[in-house]
């Protein structure tokens, strides 16, 4: 076991854990945002950069801070390592760049997208984005693309976490979708027309951050903060048919896998669980999901299992440089 | 005086051709190192000698030597980065095309010294012909003797292989390249862990620049102490500059480290000074990376010292009043040129080689050449100047790989040193000389965004 | 964007794919994704110039990798044409050093004697007109890339024409 100290508190990890898991057995306010990162795939990480954080001290034995800030999901702690999360303004700082980056080329149309209320994108925006928009040239724009019978995807939304390429990877064989061209430009794409079609499929959409991979058969049904959410099983021979219903009265209104508190999913569902039982009498209903990932919109709304909105964490930085930019239309 | 230790040979008819090559004393460093060092005694020289990466980053080429994990007895590779795609250089280039023999005979020594059987060159796929040159070399040499298995009886086995890269500058970047050398994407990878330990194939790997080994035969020759003798404090030996843009007599230059840019630019030996009726107004020292210098930053340092081609000089004075010397591209810009434009140039560069992973290096490249040909062409406000600013430092130090810092650098620096362009390029975008001279091409020509 | 796979089947001719096979030996046993991209160059040059749909298709099935894993690598790659271009493709370097030499003024001259915009191809199949970022020849400039040559120091009218003019000869003979 290994000692890190994050924002000032200490933990005992095992060796080998990154910082961000480390953050995560501490919990509470200071685990890093992620947003590509995901622990049940292998290879995720390193891309969205919401995660980083400052290295004060590298390690007991070599105790110099790193000269740059770290992405926690990808860096080893070490025994005597110090980290600082929130409690470093250049970290917030540096959050707040990528949240604004990250959002010059969203559509920001939350009022229309199914992910809003759980999407990733909408809480990192929320608790670190500025309130306008410093970018005013043209977004860069995709038309929808029905991929296969389920699953449609806005390119426009996406911010190229390479989760659902990480899905197709790890639970198909044949992945016919993967991210084309480079730069600005990438896109998620099958090159060819081609339906996504595996048994597994749907899982991309359960780990998809954004509104960028969206249910066919929920879109625009309902608002996710409008339904019951209610944990269910049945016996299913090709997975552990293990879910989450997402229920309005008695009507089930989707099916998903389970998520964390971290909006991760660790035992996946096969498609047949997820789009072919919408009868509550194909289900054991255990009863409500006992946990909610935190979401700027469910913080109002599931008052017994949901974390308390962070504080400001900006109130100590200089506000007013912002404002300067309040001329730039 | 004009010492060299590279190009010494470049001159020689048909150098590139085995017989000739062989003739003039190559490969004499195979026959030293495989007789009668080991290869730790190679890697010992190499250390001794302070050679440090000549592909831009300047770290000491034994000491990354030395980190390659030979413990785990893996196989281990040693890869040749000859991806040269940063504007500005082009020398890796004519080293290839003049001896390549020289570089074979680096690979040779270097992969013995480094336990490796086999290497690969990876040359950017544009250099066609060069990578039939290389392939010539590379079974001439075979045929000769000093390829393939138990090489002079020592027992060392080795193959090369040349590989090409299909255009992405990206792949310049070691972990990329390793990427691209799989058949991948070329993605930088997160590190750690390094090459040393997890390279090519997952397996030990060293990945070394075209000069910087092409340089070791010399060094096993000589012996480290000699070579260490030359050139200026850790700035050792001798480097390849290539020089272009507003000079005379623009090309591929051996220097001895630590000769002063003045020199360099103004001598009849070198640069022969500008080329035509306007006087200097910046140089960028080490390819299109590193911050561009104002003339009087550029001769001379802020503390008043004569400005040297050294990783030292060049770095002196950070990078509020320094630079870097890179990979030793010297670009040179006469007063008629526009750092506005140049800036915009170099964004959009960037902003094409952007590979896509990371979001603060994709979403704020494109972001960058936005601002600046908005101001390019004469639209800007004082506010886009700030935002420029501030998107650059958002970018800066956040990303996976150097690219980030690379798009962030020139914009700063430029940002640093001529913000007044700037601000007349918002006032009076019209005044621009550069504009002027070139309104035959820009009347009709509407520069597209990538 | 989706590209349309036409159903018909392209491959190597025999010499051809014995010069694909050796490249594929040239890398350790088990590692074969390796030649990709030099598989593709290959195709590039084999099947008209530019990367069909059905061309990656083949590489795909000669390296045993699926389709996907061989567009994802053709997109990344600037050199690889995706779309049928002309037989003579001039790469403009448009990148600092060659911009301040007077690549703009190649590339205005060459649209102005081809009769083309960038990107798009001549009448006749012959030209395409592209502008790249930096091929590392920058104290050469103004230049461009033309198949395996790179061609310097093009700085009058009168080089222009002797290089397109020089060309067209090539297509004929």
Known sequence: MIRITIDDIETQVEEGTTILNAARKIGGKIVPPALCYYSSLKGSGGKCRACLVKVEQASARDPRPMPKLVASCCTPAQDGMVVRNITSPEVLEARRGVVELLLINHPLDCPICDQAGECDLQNFAYEHGLEKTRYEFPRRTFDPIDIGPHIQLHMTRCI?????????????????????????????????????????????????????????????????????????????????????????????????????????????????????????????????????????????????????????????????????????? | MRRLLLLEKAHIEEIDRYDIYRREGGYTSVEKALKSMSPQEVVEEVKKSGLRGRGGAGFPTGLKWSFLDKKSGRPRYLVCNADESEPGTFKDRYLMEKLPHLLIEGLIVSSYALEANRAFIYVRGEFKWIIKILERAIEEARTAGWLGKNILGSGFDLDIVVHPGAGAYICGEETALLESLEGKRGLPRVKPPFPAVVGLYGMPTVVNNVETLAAVPWIVLNGGDAYASIGIGKSTGTKLI??????????????????????????????GGMEGEYGLKAIVPGGSSVPILPAHLALKTASGQPRLLSYESMADGGFETGSMLGSGGFIVYDEAQCIVRNTYNFARFYHHESCGQCSPCREGTGWLERLLHKIEEGHGTLHDIDLLWDVQKKIEGNTICPLGDAAAWP??????????????????????????????????ASVEIA | ML?????????????????????????????????????????????GGYLSVEAMDYIAELLHLKPIEVYEVATFYSMFHLKPVGRYVLEVCHTGPCEIKGAEWLIQTLKKKLGIQEGETTADGLFTLRRVECLAACGYAPMLQCGERYYEFLDTEEKVDALLEQLRQNAIT
């Open chain 1, 160 to 329: 190229l976490c390479y989760r659902c390429t990480l899905v197709a990877d790890q639970l198909s064989n044949d992945r016919v979708h993967g991210i084309l061209w480079r730069g600005e430009v990438s896109e998620i794409s099958t090159y060819i027309q081609k339906a996504i079609d595996h048994e597994f499929s749907g899982n991309m959409i359960d780990v998809c951050p954004v509104g960028a991979l969206t249910d066919k058969h929920f879109r625009f049904r309902n608002r996710v903060w409008f339904l019951i959410p209610m944990d269910a099983h049945r016996n299913c021979a090709k997975c552990c048919g293990k879910v989450v219903l997402w229920l309005r009265g008695k009507e089930i209104y989707r099916v998903t896998a389970r998520k964390d508190e971290y909006g991760e999913v660790h035992e996946f569902i096969c498609n047949e669980c997820r789009w072919e039982h919408y009868n509550l009498n194909d289900w054991v209903v255990e009863g409500p999901r006992a946990f909610q990932p935190w979401s700027v919109i469910n913080a109002n709304k599931y008052h017994a299992n949901t974390k308390e909105l962070p504080h400001t964490l900006y109130s100590k930085l200089d506000n007013e440089r912002w404002n300067e930019f309040e001329g730039v239309n």
């Open chain 2, 411 to 444: 914009v700063a620096s430029a940002l640093r040193h001529f913000r007044q362009e700037f601000e007349a390029h918002v006032h009076q975008p019209q005044q621009c000389l550069f504009r002027r001279r070139a309104s035959f091409v820009f009347a009709n």
């Open chain 3, 3 to 47: 590209a349309v796979r036409r159903g018909k089947k392209v491959e190597f001719s025999p010499e051809v794919l014995e010069q694909a096979q050796q490249i594929i030996r040239r890398y350790p046993e088990g590692q074969q994704k390796s030649a990709l991209i030099p598989l593709l160059h290959l195709a590039q040059e084999q099947f």
């Open chain 2, 242 to 271: 290539s020089a272009c843009g507003n000079i005379k007599k623009p090309g591929v230059y051996e220097v001895e480290l630590g000769l002063s840019v003045e020199e360099f630019l103004y001598s009849d030996e070198w640069c």
